[in-house]
């Protein structure tokens, strides 16, 4: 594992306001930076109440779909560019945070998604970058990277550049009470997974370390409770702050193959991204327990369960999961089992990630696993 002498660059927003009510300062910023119209991209359910926002006349989009695709961003693109704003803001969750970040950078480009994925090829922004959450799970209001789903291949694919990175993140829990149950642990689950890979990466470091370790604290202290009772507004906040860790784990460090099992079952089953990883979960720390047994003793502790065992690891992880009201049935999903093949062949080649995870996993390691969550 690697120490303090590795070298390690954080890239985060100039300025990240943070605490309930906090939305209600976005119209003045906006006013005082001389930004004349934002274009808001939005999920139906944020595009219903664009006015938390405060801002004059903005231009609107507002059919994110969630995972979206690049026939979605097209659509945003082609919106955008029908306006005259200079700033962009992402109203939503990870979906319409990740839209706006690649409408940002392409709304004054002739290029298209496949000129600029990939790390560090965006061209250069000249709108402004406004990121507002409103579910606790992605972490996307604070990183460079954007997850666009490929119709024809059905991967993801990823496009990662600082012209990406928001000129301000407004992280407001009272904006996540809303969120249903299912979605509040899905989304939870999924903050909760960027910090359990990251802490226990092969490229973990010490600096991220600190951030992952409180953020599955926090989970493990908030997600419930939030799940219970969505109006409980410290939940909500201590969830947004996992969030905000986890996005700052996904930056230097990255996830591994919890996240990389999760994608097929999400493109290929339009599973949503935390359900996903819940179901992946259990099965990954177990896994990787005998190459971390350390780190993963130091998870269950912040979750509520010990680690004795690689049988105690998978049963306490799955029982955190469902004593979320998760369903840990891959089958229930609707997910038919003679995909799962060309599932693990797929999630196989997600390299980016895979060659991060503690342990190496075959094609066969991985269909394993498939069939045991099924
Ligand atoms: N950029 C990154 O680093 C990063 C990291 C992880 C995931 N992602 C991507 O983010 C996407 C998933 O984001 P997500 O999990 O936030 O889901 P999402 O944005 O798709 O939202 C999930 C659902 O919740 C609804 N919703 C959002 N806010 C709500 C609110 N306040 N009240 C009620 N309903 C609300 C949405 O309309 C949607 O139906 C995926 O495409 C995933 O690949 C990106
Ligand atoms: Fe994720």
């Known amino acids: 594992m690697p120490s303090l002498e590795q070298a390690l660059e954080m890239q985060r927003p100039p300025i990240v306001r943070f605490g309930a009510g906090q939305v209600t300062t976005l119209a003045a910023w906006v006013a005082e930076a001389g930004i004349k119209r934002c274009f808001v991209v ?57 839209l706006a970040k690649l409408v940002a950078v392409l709304v004054t480009s002739d290029k298209g998604l496949r000129d600029v994925s990939g790390p560090n090829r965006a061209p250069k922004r000249s709108v402004r970058l406004i990121q507002i959450p409103t579910t606790a799970g992605t972490g996307s209001e604070v990183g ?20 990406m990175l928001a000129d301000i993140a407004i992280i407001d829990p009272a904006l996540t009470v809303s969120v249903p149950p299912m979605v509040t642990a899905a989304t939870g689950v999924d903050a909760m ?33 939030a799940v219970e009772d969505g109006a409980d507004l410290e939940a909500r906040a201590g969830l947004a702050l996992a969030a905000f860790y986890g996005g700052i784990c996904l930056g230097p460090v990255n996830t591994t193959a919890g996240h990389a099992l999760a994608y097929p079952l999400g493109t290929r089953h339009k599973l949503a991204h ?25 998870v269950g502790q912040a979750l509520g369960f010990t680690c004795e065992s690689r049988q105690a690891v998978f049963g306490g ?58």
């Open 193 to 225: 997974a960027h910090c359990v890979e990251a802490f226990t990466s092969k490229r973990s470091h010490p600096i991220i370390d600190d951030y992952a370790l409180r953020g599955i604290q926090l989970i493990g202290r908030y997600l419930k409770r």
């Open 42 to 98: 939005a999920d139906r359910i944020n595009a219903a109440r664009l006015d938390v926002l405060g801002l004059p006349n903005p231009g609107v989009f507002g059919d994110v779909k969630p995972e979206p695709d690049l026939p979605n961003l097209e659509a945003v693109i082609v919106a955008a560019k029908a306006i005259e704003a200079d700033a962009v803001v992402g109203f939503g969750g990870g979906s319409a945070m990740d």
């Open 274 to 298: 935390g359900i996903a990883n819940a179901l992946i979960f259990p099965h990954m720390l177990a896994a990787n327990a005998s190459a971390v047994p350390e780190k993963t003793a130091l």
């Open 317 to 374: 992880a799955n029982a955190f999961c469902t004593g979320l009201g998760l369903d840990m049935g891959l089958h229930s999903y609707g997910i038919p089992r003679d995909d799962l093949p060309a599932c693990a062949h797929e999630a196989h080649q997600i390299r980016r990630l895979l060659d991060f995870n503690p342990v190496d996993l075959t094609e066969a390691d991985i269909l394993d696993i498939y069939e045991a969550a099924y």
């Open 144 to 163: 460079t990277r954007a997850l666009i789903t490929d119709p024809e291949t059905m991967n993801k694919i990823a496009t990662e550049s600082v012209e």
